[in-house]
C-alpha cells in the first residue's frame, strides 16, 4: 500500500497549530483550566466577581487547605491604568482594613494576585437590601475608612490613592470591621519637588458618580480625590439615592434635608469640587467624624438622664504612651481616678508591657491578665487584656473590637500602652499623651520610637506632651525639649511638636511610691508641696483634655 507521508505531515502540523493556539489563548491557564488548578497549588472553586480591572475567583490552597481570592488583572487592561501599583508595592501594604495579598504571579497575558478572602457583606448589597443605614453607623464606617486612606495617603514612598472609593469595594465583616478590597486601580503619586504631588494625565477615572471631578476629568490625581469619593459613599449610605442616577442630589445641596446639620456641614466639604476647600487629611475627616460621634453621644448621655438606660456608646478613650519607666502608669492611674471623681464610670485598659498597674491588684488575689474589668473602687475599673501587641492584623482586630465593647459601658476609658498601639487604635483615640521626663536621654528615645514609627505626621491634631519635672530648679523643661528637638529631630516629628500642647507635671519618687502603694486612694497625707502640686497638675490636664468646663451660655 502507498504510504502518503505529506497528508500525515500536514495533519500532524495542523493538529499542532491547534495545540498552539489553545496554549496561547489560556496562557498559564494551562495550570489554571487543568481539573481548575492555578499555579500548582490554588484550586479554583468559583467565580466571585468581575469588576473594572478583571475577575476575582475564590481558590483552596491544597497544600494548607485555607481560602483564597485570586485576582486576575489582564495586563492590556493594567497597562491603562496610569501608575499602576506594582505587584511588590501592594505586598508592602499592611493594614487591618486592607486584605493582605501572599502570592503574586505574572504571564504574558495577565497579573494574578492571591489575597486574603475576605468573608463578610459587601455594603452595596446591604443597601440593595436596607435601602439606606442609620446615619451614626455610617459615621463609625467613615471612621474606619479614613484610617486607611490615611495609612494608604502616609506612605513613606510616596503617597498611594485607592482611586474607586464607592459601596461596592467595601465589605462588613461579622465583627463590624471595615475591609477595602480591589487595590487593582490605585496609583502611587509623583512627589517630585518639582511637581505638586499627583498623577497627572490620564489616571484611571474611577467610577462615574462617585469619582472626585478632577479624577474623572483625566486631570491630577490626590490624596483629596479619595476624601471627595468616601464623602459621596457616605452620603449614598446615609440617603439610599444612588449618586450614579443623581447628580443633582449630590450637587444642589438637597442631600441636606436627609442628614443632621453636623454631618451635612462635614459630607459638604468632602465634595467640594475643589480640592483644596476639602479635608486636607483623612486625618482631618476622621476627626470630624470622631467629633460628630462624641456630640451625638453626649446628646444620648443627656436622654439617659430623662429615663432611658444609660448608654456610653462612644466614650472618651484617652492613650498614654512613652518610654520605659518615664512614668506612664503613674499617669494613667491617677489621670484615671481625677476623671472618675466627676461620678462617671471610667476603665483602664493596660497594654503595657511592665505591667506595674497589675502588679498592685495580684496583691489583693486578683489573677491578671483578665478578660473582664476588675473594679477597683465605685466608678473605677481596670483591665489587663491577654493582647500580644505583636502588630499581627488579627491582634489588631482583637483590640479594637475589645475597645468597642468598653465604650458601651464606660464614660472615660484611659489606655496605658507603648506608642507602637497607636497605629493600631488612632481611630477610636480623643486624646493621645506622651509622656517623658526631665532626661534627654529619655526624651530622644521618645522622639526617636515616635519617628521610627512613622507616627510624627499621624497622630498631630489629638497629641498633647507631659514633662514629668523630678525637681525643683530653673531649668526649663520646655527649653531642653526644643534643645533635642531642634538638634535631632526629622521634619516630620517637628511638626507633631510645633502643634502639640506642653503640660509639666511636678513629679517626684515620693508622689510616685505612696499613690502606687497606696492601692489608688486619695493624694492625701503627702503633707509637701511636690504632692499638691502633683494633684493640681492632673486636675489641670483632666479639666482642659479630658473634661472641658461648659461655657455659661
Not at 190 to 219: H, L, W
Not at 373 to 380: S, V, Y
Not at 388 to 415: A, M, V
Not at 450 to 477: A, C, H, M, P
Amino acid at each position: 500500500m502507498f504510504y502518503n507521508f505529506n497528508c500525515h505531515f500536514y495533519i500532524f502540523l495542523f493538529y499542532l497549530k491547534i495545540f498552539q493556539l489553545q496554549f496561547t489563548l489560556l496562557g498559564i491557564g494551562v495550570f489554571k483550566m487543568q481539573d481548575n488548578y492555578f499555579h500548582f497549588k490554588y484550586k479554583y472553586i468559583k467565580l466571585l466577581g468581575r469588576g473594572g480591572c478583571g475577575d476575582v475567583y475564590l481558590a483552596e490552597n491544597t497544600k494548607l487547605g485555607n481560602l483564597w481570592a485570586v485576582k486576575e488583572i489582564p495586563k492590556g487592561r493594567a497597562s491603562t491604568i496610569s501608575g499602576y501599583l506594582e505587584p511588590e508595592i501592594l505586598k508592602r501594604l499592611n493594614h487591618p482594613a486592607l486584605p493582605r495579598i501572599c502570592d503574586v504571579y505574572e504571564d504574558e497575558r495577565c497579573i494574578y494576585i492571591v489575597e486574603d478572602y475576605i468573608e463578610g457583606t459587601c455594603l452595596k448589597r446591604i443597601l440593595d437590601e436596607k435601602g439606606s443605614v442609620e446615619e451614626k453607623r455610617a459615621a463609625e464606617w467613615g471612621i474606619q475608612l479614613c484610617s486607611v486612606l490615611d495609612y494608604l495617603h502616609s506612605q513613606k514612598a510616596g503617597p498611594v490613592v485607592y482611586g474607586d472609593m464607592k459601596p461596592h469595594n467595601i465589605i462588613l465583616t461579622k465583627g463590624e470591621t471595615i475591609k477595602l478590597i480591589d487595590f487593582g486601580v490605585s496609583s502611587r503619586l509623583n512627589e517630585s519637588r518639582d511637581k505638586p504631588p499627583g498623577v497627572t494625565g490620564t489616571a484611571f477615572i474611577g467610577t462615574k458618580g462617585y469619582a472626585a471631578p478632577e479624577q474623572f476629568m483625566g486631570g491630577n490625581l490626590y490624596p483629596a480625590s479619595d476624601i471627595y469619593s468616601l464623602g459621596i459613599t457616605l452620603i449614598h449610605l446615609i440617603t439610599g439615592v444612588d449618586p450614579v442616577k443623581n447628580y443633582s442630589f449630590y450637587h444642589n445641596n438637597i442631600f441636606s434635608d436627609y442628614l443632621s446639620p453636623i454631618m451635612y456641614q462635614i459630607l459638604k466639604k468632602c465634595i467640594d469640587p475643589k480640592p483644596d476647600f476639602r479635608y486636607r487629611t483623612a486625618e482631618e475627616l476622621m476627626e470630624a467624624l470622631r467629633h460628630y460621634i462624641l456630640v451625638s453621644s453626649d446628646v444620648l448621655i443627656q436622654n439617659s438622664l430623662h429615663g432611658t438606660s444609660p448608654s456610653y456608646l462612644f466614650s472618651k478613650i484617652t492613650a498614654l504612651t512613652g518610654v520605659g519607666g518615664t512614668g506612664v502608669s503613674t499617669l494613667t492611674g491617677a489621670m484615671a481616678e481625677q476623671a472618675s471623681k466627676s461620678g462617671n464610670s471610667v476603665c483602664i485598659v493596660d497594654l503595657s508591657k511592665s505591667g506595674d498597674l497589675a502588679k498592685i491588684f495580684a496583691r489583693e488575689g486578683e489573677n491578671f491578665p483578665s478578660t473582664l474589668p476588675q473594679k477597683i473602687k465605685a466608678n473605677m475599673y481596670y483591665l489587663k487584656p491577654s493582647i500580644l501587641l505583636n502588630g499581627d492584623s488579627q491582634e489588631n482586630l482583637t483590640l479594637n473590637k475589645l475597645l468597642g465593647q468598653l465604650q458601651e459601658k464606660y464614660r472615660y476609658i484611659f489606655i496605658d500602652g507603648p506608642p507602637t498601639i497607636l497605629n493600631s487604635i488612632a481611630i477610636y483615640l480623643d486624646n493621645i499623651f506622651i509622656i517623658s521626663d526631665m532626661n534627654p536621654f529619655s526624651i530622644s528615645k521618645t522622639i526617636n520610637v515616635l519617628d521610627w514609627e512613622g507616627l510624627g505626621e499621624k497622630i498631630v491634631s489629638r497629641t498633647s506632651f507631659i514633662i514629668n519635672k523630678f525637681y525643683k530648679g530653673e531649668l526649663s523643661s520646655a527649653i531642653l525639649l526644643n534643645s533635642v528637638i531642634n538638634n535631632f529631630v526629622s521634619e516630620n516629628v517637628k511638626e507633631l511638636f510645633t502643634k502639640t500642647e506642653f503640660f509639666e507635671v511636678t513629679y517626684s519618687d515620693n508622689v510616685y511610691l505612696k499613690w502606687m502603694y497606696g492601692y489608688f486612694e486619695e493624694f492625701t497625707g503627702f503633707n509637701s508641696l511636690l504632692s499638691d502640686n502633683f494633684k493640681k497638675s492632673i486636675s489641670n490636664i483632666i479639666l482642659h483634655k479630658i473634661i472641658p468646663k461648659k461655657k455659661k451660655s
